[in-house]
C-alpha cells in the first residue's frame, strides 16, 4: 500500500470500502511502546475516520511482540471482524530480533491459514530506533494507518 513515496498513510479515502458495521481488535505490544502508541494511534484514529464506531474497537495490551500471536488468537475469539497485531522490535547485538522477528511473522501467518478472522501485521522490524519512529508517525507516516486500511479490507474480501 505504500506509495513512491514512502509515507506509509498516502492513501486514497474514496477507494476504502465502508468499514462502519465492523469490529476490530487491536493488540499491542508493550515493549518499545513509545513506537507501538504511535502505531496504535494511527491504527486507532484511521478506523474512526472510516466510520467505525469507538465501541467496536477493542484493544488488548500484550507483554512483547512475541505474545502478539497469542493474544491476537484470542482476540480472533471475541467476535471481531479483524485482529491489527501491532509490535516493534529493534534490531540489537544479539540474535534475539532474528528469532522474535521469525516467530512473530510465522505465527501471525499461521493465524491467517487455521482462522477465518484476518490477523494484519503491524510489527515494525526496523534496524534502530530513528527507522521505528519514521515508521510510526514520523517522516514516513505511520504504518498503524497501513495496518487499518488492510484490516477493512481484508473484512471486505472476507465478506
Known amino acids: 500500500m505504500a506509495t513512491a513515496n514512502n509515507n506509509?498513510?498516502?492513501?486514497?479515502k474514496a477507494t476504502i470500502p465502508s468499514?462502519?458495521?465492523?469490529?476490530?481488535?487491536?493488540?499491542?505490544?508493550?515493549?518499545?511502546?513509545?513506537i507501538t502508541?504511535?502505531?496504535?494511534?494511527?491504527?486507532?484514529q484511521t478506523l474512526l475516520d472510516h466510520d467505525v464506531a469507538a465501541e467496536n474497537i477493542i484493544r488488548w495490551n500484550v507483554p512483547g511482540s512475541y505474545e502478539l500471536i497469542y493474544g491476537s488468537k484470542k482476540m480472533q475469539q471475541q467476535g471481531v471482524d479483524a485482529v491489527i497485531a501491532i509490535g516493534s522490535v529493534i534490531q540489537g547485538e544479539t540474535k534475539h530480533f532474528d528469532f522474535v522477528c521469525e516467530a512473530v511473522s510465522q505465527g501471525?501467518?499461521?493465524?491467517?491459514?487455521?482462522h477465518d478472522i484476518p490477523v494484519i501485521f503491524c510489527v515494525?522490524?526496523?534496524n534502530n530506533l530513528q527507522q521505528a519512529i519514521d515508521r510510526s508517525g514520523g517522516k514516513h507516516g505511520n504504518k498503524g494507518t497501513e495496518a487499518?486500511?488492510?484490516?477493512?479490507?481484508?473484512?471486505?474480501?472476507?465478506?
Do not use: P
Open 108 to 114: 501471525i501467518k499461521d493465524l491467517n491459514i487455521l
Open 148 to 159: 487499518a486500511i488492510a484490516a477493512i479490507k481484508m473484512v471486505h474480501l472476507g465478506k
Open 8 to 12: 506509509l498513510s498516502d492513501y486514497d
Open 124 to 126: 515494525l522490524t526496523d
Open 19 to 34: 468499514a462502519k458495521d465492523f469490529r476490530f481488535g487491536i493488540v499491542v505490544s508493550e515493549w518499545n511502546d513509545t
Open 37 to 44: 502508541e504511535g502505531l496504535f494511534n494511527g491504527a486507532y
